[in-house]
């Protein structure tokens, strides 16, 4: 594997294919470029309509380069009277940074204690943790909106918020990464100091998850931020999440298409400029193992 | 690591307390021994118990009654509602149409995912930005993507129909409506899909397909008789995950119903109506909340039905070739 590149050349045969196994040829590039470009080319196209005017969509071939629009699309956009767009950008704000903070917390938390801590039923009640996991949750959303009736919760927040505090996900990812990045001499280290357990958990254990916990709290954003049936369900249009404030757009507006992707270009900036900043961490945590959908 | 060190040293100080107060500092420190685990991982427990576990449980008793919001009815229809479901040929026509779009989606993406992931798994320059790249389209949200691709598949004016020269009415056919919404799901999850399957190849060491190549075996069966057995539980792992999400596709055909007068149907004929869509519309648009409970637990059957067979095939296909 470690032959120079101009000794290999003249060699054919094994000894060539051998060190080729591994390069990238033309073909490669070639190949990924179309990806990229498959990947990359929609949400392109979304942002240049949403710079434009409506004859856009109308134009052969389709344009290219963004225009000059996208002020008075945004304006038009925060202006409507149907989508209740700013209302639901806030919402949605608060509604993830709540979810993702309640989730990395409890969920390292859990998983601190089921890698480091001894209890009777541990490994019980993590396997019930695993099996939840297995469970989907769309399921159950009928009883689940019919307590939220009984609390009298629909049309608040905290019916988006409160049944996601923290999943069985979020526990098993922490609880995998605690396992191998927590030393127990650490642990004991800092009980010998005088920490209460909390005290552990807070001051040495968290920091240490650091790395696992950014990832979890990211996807736990992306996910919020995306969710589209529950808030459907259980929001009404006055006061959405800014995906349905989309929805709501889609309802009365499907052919102003300038609009509705000025609405979606502004819906997906907050979580494009986080991949943007973010993205090699993204990537890890996928590769990791660490992500489910 | 270095307190390890004072460990005599310090709990010299505490003891010095008087003998009472060290007994009640002692009964708590154990107390917090015992108890802190059980405290942390409750949250959990307590948030599942009440939002995810009790509502599944309470989904068969609700749908055992004819059982209205609205109207207020609450009425035992033993299994009324499930053998209505049987009967009931747009539940049926909403099961075809689940599966279809669910095949149709599912398939070219694990090919596609894996083959992408094989293009990946070498050295290459620039492989951050490649990487980053394919997986760029999971941070739009699928009301977004439906929206986008909605227009993209615009009969008259859409870009597709431009690329092909052709006049395909993707709205209105049923296979053309679920190749289209096909389109949407794998363009948002392939390149996840192959970042996964991409990190499992990595796994695999480098000599096994050494000594295949001396054998004088070729890339294309390198791939199939190497790779593609060795990733067996990862593509297990995936296909799961992908037909729990895929069996419940919601967001996507809702969307892409924009401009009907009731997007939960699908296009005018049902025609990509999925068992979600027709779950939701019996309850929240029809208040008929006991056939709609009905109508989830036929769903969470299919997904374990089809969870299974994702198991026999996976076993099957890297068995014995």
Redesign the interface.
């Known amino acids: 594997?470690t032959i120079p590149a101009p000794l290999a050349r003249p060699a054919r045969g094994?000894a060539r294919?051998?060190h080729g196994?591994?390069?990238?040829s033309p073909l490669?590039?070639l190949?990924?470029l179309v990806?990229?470009v498959?990947?990359?080319a929609?949400?392109y196209?979304?942002v240049v309509?949403a710079t434009r005017t409506n004859d856009v969509?109308?134009n052969?071939?389709?344009p290219v380069l963004p225009g000059g629009h996208l002020g008075s699309n945004v304006n038009r956009l925060f202006d409507n009277q149907d989508a209740y767009f700013a209302k639901g950008l806030l919402n949605s704000f608060v509604v993830s940074s709540c979810v993702t903070v309640s989730t990395v917390f409890?969920?390292s938390?859990?998983g601190?204690?089921?890698a480091k801590?001894?209890?009777r039923g541990?490994n019980a009640?993590l396997l019930t943790?695993v099996a939840?996991m297995?469970?989907?949750?769309?399921?159950?959303?009928?009883?689940?909106?019919?307590?939220m009736?009984k609390l009298g919760w629909q049309n608040h927040l905290q019916a988006v918020v409160?049944?996601f505090?923290?999943?069985?996900f979020g526990?098993f990812m922490m609880r995998q990464y605690a396992a191998q990045a927590v030393p127990d001499?650490?642990v004991?280290?800092?009980r010998?100091?005088?920490c209460?357990?909390?005290g552990v958990?807070w001051r040495v254990v968290l920091p240490a998850l650091r790395p696992a916990a950014g990832v979890l709290g990211l996807f736990t954003f992306?996910q919020t931020?995306?969710d589209?049936?529950w808030p459907l369900?259980v929001l009404n249009p006055e006061n959405p999440t800014v995906?349905l404030s989309?929805?709501n757009l889609?309802?009365g507006h499907?052919?102003d298409?300038t609009l509705?992707?000025a609405g979606?270009t502004i819906?997906?900036l907050p979580?494009?400029l986080?991949?943007v900043v973010f993205?090699?961490q993204?990537?890890g945590g996928?590769?990791?193992?660490a992500i489910?959908? | 690591?270095t307190?390890?060190g004072?460990?005599p040293v310090?709990?010299a100080p505490?003891a010095g307390g008087t003998p009472r107060a060290g007994r009640g500092r002692a009964l708590l420190?154990r107390l917090?021994?015992?108890a802190?685990?059980?405290a942390?991982?409750a949250?959990?427990?307590v948030?599942?118990l009440?939002?995810?576990?009790?509502?599944?449980v309470?989904?068969l008793w609700?749908s055992l009654h004819d059982w209205g919001?609205a109207s207020g009815t609450r009425k035992w229809a033993g299994f009324g509602n499930y053998g209505y479901l049987f009967g009931d040929e747009q539940f049926w026509h909403a099961l075809e149409n689940t599966v279809g779009i669910f095949l149709l989606s599912t398939v070219p993406q694990m090919l596609l995912a894996l083959l992408?992931a094989n293009?990946?798994?070498?050295?290459?320059?620039a492989a951050?930005?490649?990487?980053?790249?394919?997986?760029?389209?999971?941070?739009?949200?699928?009301?977004?993507?439906a929206?986008?691709?909605?227009?993209?598949f615009?009969t008259d004016?859409g870009?597709v129909n431009?690329l092909l020269q052709s006049h395909i009415d993707w709205h209105t056919g049923r296979a053309w409506s679920w190749t289209a919404i096909a389109v949407m799901v794998d363009?948002r999850?392939t390149?996840?899909n192959a970042?996964?399957f991409?990190?499992s190849m990595q796994a695999i060491p480098?000599d096994l397909?050494?000594a295949a190549?001396?054998d004088g075996a070729s890339r294309i069966r390198q791939f199939w008789q190497i790779t593609v057995p060795l990733l067996r539980p990862t593509i297990l792992f995936t296909l799961i995950?992908?037909t729990?999400?895929g069996l419940?596709m919601?967001?996507e055909p809702?969307?892409f119903g924009?401009?009907t007068s009731n997007?939960m149907d699908g296009g005018a004929t049902h025609q990509f109506q999925t068992l979600?869509m027709y779950?939701?519309d019996n309850?929240?648009g029809h208040d008929r909340?006991g056939y709609?409970?009905a109508i989830?637990?036929a769903?969470?059957l299919l997904?374990i039905v089809f969870s299974l067979l994702n198991f026999l095939f996976v076993r099957r296909a890297g068995g014995t070739r």
Not at chain 1, 165 to 168: M, P
């Open positions: 594997m094994t294919k051998l196994l591994w390069e990238a490669t590039y190949t990924l990806a990229l498959l990947s990359v929609p949400i196209w979304m309509v969509v109308a052969v071939p389709p409890f969920a938390l859990a601190f204690a089921f801590l001894r209890f541990r009640l943790i939840t297995m469970i989907p949750v769309q399921m159950g959303i009928i009883p689940l909106y019919m307590i009736v409160v049944p505090l923290v999943t069985g526990v001499e650490l004991e280290a800092a010998v100091d005088g209460t357990t909390f958990y992306m931020w995306n589209f049936m369900a995906q989309i929805n889609a309802n499907f052919d298409y509705m992707f979606t819906a997906v979580l494009l986080v991949f993205g090699r993204i990537i996928i590769m990791e193992g489910k959908a | 690591m307190s390890v004072t460990r310090r709990p505490r420190a917090d021994v015992k802190s685990p059980y942390f991982v949250p959990f427990f948030v599942f009440v939002f995810g576990g009790y509502p599944l309470y989904t609700v919001l992408l293009t990946l798994n070498r050295r290459m320059r951050t930005v490649f990487r980053i790249g394919v997986v760029a389209p999971l941070i739009t949200s699928m009301a977004a993507v929206i986008v691709f909605g227009q993209l615009d004016y870009f431009w363009w999850w390149g996840y970042l996964i991409l990190a480098k397909y050494e190549a001396i995950i992908s729990i999400g419940q919601f967001t809702v969307l924009s401009g997007k979600t779950m939701y309850a929240f909340y709609g409970a989830a637990w769903l969470f997904i």
